[in-house]
């Protein structure tokens, strides 16, 4: 009897005590730190990975299959001739720091966005809008010079969110958007803190706080998560402990797919001779960089495209390793020292890579003094400045091959007849036409040999087993945390 009485307390005393409150808050990890936080005036995928969709909001935006889905704009109309969009804008929206979201809003950062002095590092997206106007407070009509069947798709970028004019000018520090949460505190070189928006237009996320933790050392990541430093590393930069962290059941291990065409990027105002560009593209053993740099995570590529994109051509034999034809081309052209600069970032990917590729290129004759630089100095000197032969980075962009269309990009290609084909694509939405114009695109790139084409960039995350929500896929570089959840 006395056990049974001792018992029934105990279960009398669990069922009145209080019980545990959900988890609301999260740590992420991310290995690279974001220069700013203004998307619309940056260039680095960190950005988006902080504030995308989380605090900054476009007309559109990308569902984690890669749909395009409305968000300021709950509906739209587009004319017969396919130039005229006119987008019914949700009601009651306000920016984080009270002001309304209205039309007036959308015009300012459109015509922002493409104006002649803009920083907007995706400034292409908006070259075919020939006029914005308010047609009144929650109605904005979009005038394309000529018909665009990528708008909506354009329109869902991070270098696309709606922003205001009274915040504009303070968004690299103090970001302030329409999304489920707002900035809260950046403390540069540790982390970014973002809290729920209470007055936000939709559903309210599930988080009530957030802290992006940045943690660039491998090694360091691993720790951070095995002691619950953080709970979720989207983009975990230790591919070799992945099996370890697997085996743990305190953690899921999260393996998709991500728009990141990694290329040992070519200054071809500098390596000119395509001669050169082809020798160096032969000498690259793509799938000992995947294994030796990623630990077999990634799909070598051919071409900048997507292998889950339908309308992916694979053009790898184009650039098959073949280190003795590498030599071969070197010594038709009388080509001999030649020693190129190559730049390398702080992923894992670019430094180990990095050392990869300088190892196979000097088998075949070509020697390369290796930079390491951080990512502020690769955005400044390599991106904007040019100042570079070769460099390794991730193009995570979603469908971005209209880069190559762009003389002023950072790899200086120009080539007319892929301008012409780019030109015809952005006014084409037949399916099929698309598709004819995207193959023709792909095969130009190669065959010109522009840049090195070493593999898709594999989405490897690790989180704690109890989160819920996390993208498992990456169509375009976010941590969307909307959806997030913990189950207990």
Not at 40 to 50: F, H, K, R
Not at 97 to 114: C, H, I, P, Q, Y
Not at 468 to 487: F, H, I, K, R, Y
């Amino acid at each position: 009897m006395f056990n049974h009485l001792k018992i029934s307390v105990c279960a009398l005393a669990l069922l009145s005590a209080p019980a545990f409150a959900q988890q609301t808050s999260i740590t992420i990890g991310m290995a690279l730190e974001p220069p700013n936080l203004d998307p619309t005036g940056g260039a680095a995928a960190a950005i988006d990975e902080v504030v995308y969709a989380n605090v900054m909001e476009g007309l559109t935006r990308f569902g984690p299959d890669g749909s395009v889905n409305a968000a300021l704009a709950a509906s739209w109309d587009i004319s017969e001739d396919g130039t005229v969009y006119t987008f019914s804008l949700r009601d009651g929206v306000t920016f984080h720091d009270g002001t309304t979201m209205d039309a007036e809003d959308v015009k300012f950062s459109l015509d922002r966005a493409r104006a002649e002095d803009s920083t907007n590092a995706q400034k292409a997206l908006f070259a075919g809008i020939a006029d914005v106007t308010v047609v009144d407070p929650l109605t904005v009509q979009v005038t394309l010079s000529e018909p665009n069947g990528n708008f909506l798709f354009n329109m869902a970028w991070g270098d696309a969110v709606i922003v205001a004019p009274e915040s504009a000018a303070d968004m690299a520090t103090n970001p302030v958007g329409t999304g489920p949460f707002q900035f809260s505190e950046w403390v540069q070189g540790d982390r970014v803190e973002i809290v729920a928006y209470d007055g936000y237009w939709g559903d309210k996320p599930a988080l009530s706080e957030a802290t992006f933790k940045f943690i660039s050392d491998a090694t360091a990541a691993f720790a951070a998560m095995m002691a619950g430093d953080v709970d979720a590393f989207p983009n975990f930069p230790a591919p070799e402990t992945l099996a370890q962290l697997d085996a743990d059941p305190r953690f899921n291990v999260i393996v998709g797919s991500t728009e990141g065409e990694t290329i040992l990027s070519t200054n071809n105002a500098n390596v000119s001779d395509v001669r050169v560009r082809k020798a160096i593209a032969h000498a690259i053993n793509r799938q000992d960089i995947i294994d030796g740099a990623m630990f077999g995570y990634g799909t070598p590529i051919g071409t900048h495209f997507a292998p889950h994109n339908p309308d992916y051509m694979d053009l790898t034999g184009n650039s098959a390793y073949d280190p003795d034809l590498s030599r071969q081309i070197l010594a038709d052209a009388g080509i001999t020292d030649l020693k190129l600069r190559l730049a390398l970032p702080p992923p894992t990917y670019a430094r180990r890579g990095g050392e990869i590729i300088a190892a196979q290129l000097r088998e075949v004759g070509i020697e390369t003094a290796i930079t390491n630089v951080e990512w502020a100095q690769w955005i400044e000197s390599v991106f904007r400045g040019k100042d570079f032969d070769l460099t390794i980075v991730s193009h995570t962009e979603p469908m971005d091959i209209g880069i190559y269309a762009r003389p002023d990009y950072y790899f200086q290609y120009d080539r007319p007849e892929f301008q012409d084909l780019n030109a015809t694509l952005e006014v084409t939405a037949d399916p099929a036409q698309r598709s004819t114009l995207l193959a023709e695109m792909q095969q130009i790139i190669a065959d010109d040999y522009v840049n090195g084409y070493l593999f898709q960039l594999a989405k490897t995350g690790v989180a704690n087993a109890n989160i819920v929500g996390l993208w498992e896929n990456s169509p375009t570089q976010a941590n969307d945390l909307t959806g997030v959840s913990w189950t207990q």
